[in-house]
């Protein structure tokens, strides 16, 4: 098995006017997706990402600097991700396309990227 991000692309605050009732039905959309993958072994991990406070670092003339962002002209942000467990890439996308974050507003698109297993390229390294 391997490892796949799922990154959720959104327009910056699409669901900050909803009533409190969609935005709870949007929830549990969310999460019985979730249980599902996870009864299915597929989940390893996920979470919603807050809204602000996100901070940039940056290096400029050689020294980390770090800024507010993301800046105001963003058309899109990432609003969450999952990290799920798929036999490949073909199974990575089967399982994409049936996150509800796609149906949930238009413009709203996933992101899939395999995660390299670093502990797998340590062991290598260690045994040549």
């Given at each position: 098995?391997?490892?796949?991000?799922?990154?959720?692309h959104?327009?910056?605050?699409?669901?900050?006017?909803?009533?409190?009732?969609?935005?709870?039905?949007?929830?549990?959309?969310?999460?019985?997706?979730?249980?599902?993958?996870?009864?299915?072994?597929?989940?390893?991990?996920?979470?919603?990402?807050?809204?602000?406070?996100v901070?940039?670092v940056?290096?400029?003339?050689g020294?980390?600097?770090?800024?507010?962002?993301?800046?105001?002209?963003?058309?899109?942000?990432?609003g969450?991700y999952?990290?799920?467990e798929a036999?490949?890439?073909?199974?990575?996308?089967?399982?994409?396309q049936?996150?509800p974050?796609?149906?949930?507003?238009?413009?709203?698109?996933?992101?899939?990227r395999?995660?390299?297993?670093?502990?797998?390229?340590?062991?290598?390294?260690?045994a040549?």
């Amino acid at each position: 098995m391997s490892q796949f991000m799922l990154l959720l692309h959104q327009a910056p605050n699409y669901n900050v006017d909803l009533p409190r009732e969609k935005m709870m039905e949007m929830t549990r959309r969310y999460m019985g997706w979730a249980d599902m993958l996870r009864r299915k072994g597929k989940l390893a991990g996920g979470e919603k990402l807050a809204a602000g406070g996100v901070r940039h670092v940056r290096v400029k003339d050689g020294k980390p600097v770090v800024s507010d962002g993301p800046y105001a002209e963003a058309k899109e942000v990432i609003g969450g991700y999952f990290l799920i467990e798929a036999r490949d890439a073909a199974e990575a996308e089967a399982i994409a396309q049936d996150c509800p974050h796609l149906g949930l507003a238009p413009g709203n698109w996933v992101e899939i990227r395999p995660v390299d297993d670093m502990e797998a390229a340590r062991r290598a390294a260690a045994a040549s």
